[in-house]
């Protein structure tokens, strides 16, 4: 599934051409800057920020097939670690990157209040998190039931790491990030881009009746 997962994401309609763009955009001007990528997988969105200029790329994820996919990817160009993101942080220094992307992550974890102030601690003060998430409204259609449950569904990954993916409701999404004690400077709904309109038809009108995504931008205060 690692694998499978890497080469999807590579040209996909929602992840190439949906929620990559929305969390690039933000991203704003990256050169020079440090970039903390959590759930790096197959590293598409670290190689992206380092074409656009960023300086310094550290990669976190708990699946060493990504992690293998993401080392071919960005070769010399980035620290990997495999690390549960349920576990403390305590390998990064404080105050050490200017940038933290978290990109379809968040709603695979139960210990977000623990990440969320890991992050802080890591963020220099001024600095930026993007994160995305799947949108609560895709998420009651994929899971049905009610708008307020929040269960989570094991998927095996093949290497020995389970992949949990769990849904928010729109309240605990951005109450969860504000009460972290970052500002929230933008939201995003992202619809497809033109270049998944021919090549995947279906999805790229799906994403513009119905938000498959939720993106934020914030900032360390
Ligand atoms: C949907 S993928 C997104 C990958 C990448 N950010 C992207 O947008 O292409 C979710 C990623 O989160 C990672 N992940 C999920 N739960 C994790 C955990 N507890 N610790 C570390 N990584 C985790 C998975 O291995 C996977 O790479």
């Not at 939720?214 to 900032?219: A, D, H, S």
């Amino acid at each position: 599934m690692g694998r499978q997962f890497a080469a999807q994401a590579t040209d996909s309609a929602y992840n190439a051409y949906t929620e990559r763009p929305a969390m690039l955009g933000p991203a704003g001007d990256v050169t020079g800057r440090h970039v903390l990528d959590l759930g790096c997988g197959a590293g598409h969105l670290a190689a992206a920020l380092r074409e656009r200029g960023a300086a310094r790329i550290v990669g976190v994820d708990g699946s060493q097939s990504l992690l293998d996919a993401a080392g071919e990817r960005l070769g010399d160009g980035a620290a990997l670690h495999r690390h549960d993101l349920e576990e403390p942080l305590h390998f990064l220094a404080d105050a050490s990157f200017d940038l933290v992307v978290a990109g379809l992550v968040h709603h695979h974890l139960l210990a977000r209040a623990q990440l969320l102030s890991a992050i802080r601690r890591v963020l220099l003060p001024g600095g930026t998190l993007l994160v995305s998430t799947t949108h609560p409204t895709d998420d009651r259609v994929h899971f049905g039931g009610s708008s307020f449950a929040e269960e989570r569904v094991e998927l095996p990954f093949g290497d020995g790491f389970a992949l949990v993916p769990g849904r928010m409701t729109p309240e605990t999404f951005p109450c969860e990030l504000l009460g972290a004690g970052f500002v929230l400077e933008e939201l995003r709904e992202p619809r497809a881009t033109e270049e998944a309109r021919h090549t995947e038809p279906r999805r790229y009108d799906k994403t513009h009746h119905l938000p498959v995504f939720l993106c934020v931008r914030l900032r360390r205060p």
